[in-house]
């Protein structure tokens, strides 16, 4: 219950900033509008040449568009404004501060900030995964729900465990930001099927960089088409990837030097 009214507090304290600039939180808000239809408009001229991507439909890859869009307002809305405070503050030494809090020091440093413009693009991406399925006239039933949720639930898992080794890092290396546009290079890819991908990449966005389980899968689940070792997989690939996410982090703070040692 403490962790849950600290997130509480945290969300409060972040309205609180958006409501001092109102202006750029339109601004930006606007800016999320205009990536999300140039998003759109990708995937439309696409299938203006074609009538499948990778065996994939035009709707049904809109829904993995609408994914790739909430997932992206997920990473810029609370991922990407924490990881680079906790760069900033491994770098100035002001870590201290968290790490002497009564709590989790990875949940107070990974949950504390949050860009609520970015809040746009989540429920954006959600209007384009019900259109899409309207368009496809598929009703999803009960427990197509469940495994899409369990299935969506695990994709931010391993976004939040790749972050957060990404942001650990800096406890070793100052330019670990270079880190983060890699990744957003690389997710780039989650904006079309896994199966687009032919050879060494289609492996390496499966089970090295497993963009595959944020976007394709997902989108499987919602569709009815997730098969059953695709399910077992993103639990295991979640659960794995979050262990070794807050080991990391142990292990880094462990061995940091602070600013008052």
């Known amino acids: 219950m403490r962790y849950i009214k600290l997130i509480g507090l945290f969300l409060k304290a972040n309205i609180l900033v958006e409501l001092e600039y109102r202006a750029n939180f339109i601004a930006h808000s606007l800016v999320s509008l205009g990536w999300v239809s140039i998003t759109i408009i990708g995937t439309t001229v696409f299938f203006t040449q074609t009538d499948t991507i990778g065996g994939w439909t035009f709707y049904e890859t809109l829904v993995i568009s609408g994914l790739f869009t909430l997932m992206g307002g997920l990473i810029q809305m609370l991922l990407q404004p924490n990881i680079q405070k906790i760069i900033e503050m491994v770098r100035v030494g002001t870590m201290d501060f968290v790490l ?114 944020i976007t394709t899968f997902p989108a499987q689940a919602i569709l009815g088409k997730l098969e059953p070792g695709m399910f077992v997989g993103a639990l295991v690939m979640g659960a794995v990837m979050f262990a070794f996410s807050a080991w990391f982090w142990r292990y880094a703070i462990g061995r940091y030097s602070s600013a008052s040692s």
């Open 100 to 213: 002497t809090k009564p709590v989790n020091s990875q949940f107070m440093a990974s949950m504390r900030y949050a860009q609520l413009f970015s809040l746009v693009d989540v429920i954006a991406g959600g209007v384009i995964i019900a259109f899409a399925l309207g368009r496809i006239g598929f009703s999803p039933d009960g427990l197509t729900l469940l495994l899409f949720a369990v299935m969506l639930l695990m994709a931010v898992v391993i976004v939040y465990s790749i972050w957060m080794v990404m942001a650990t890092c800096s406890f070793w290396f100052v330019k670990v930001g270079n880190l983060t546009e890699l990744f957003n290079s690389v997710y780039d890819t989650g904006r079309f099927p896994v199966s687009t991908y032919q050879g060494v990449l289609r492996i390496v966005l499966t089970l090295v960089i497993p963009i595959a389980f």
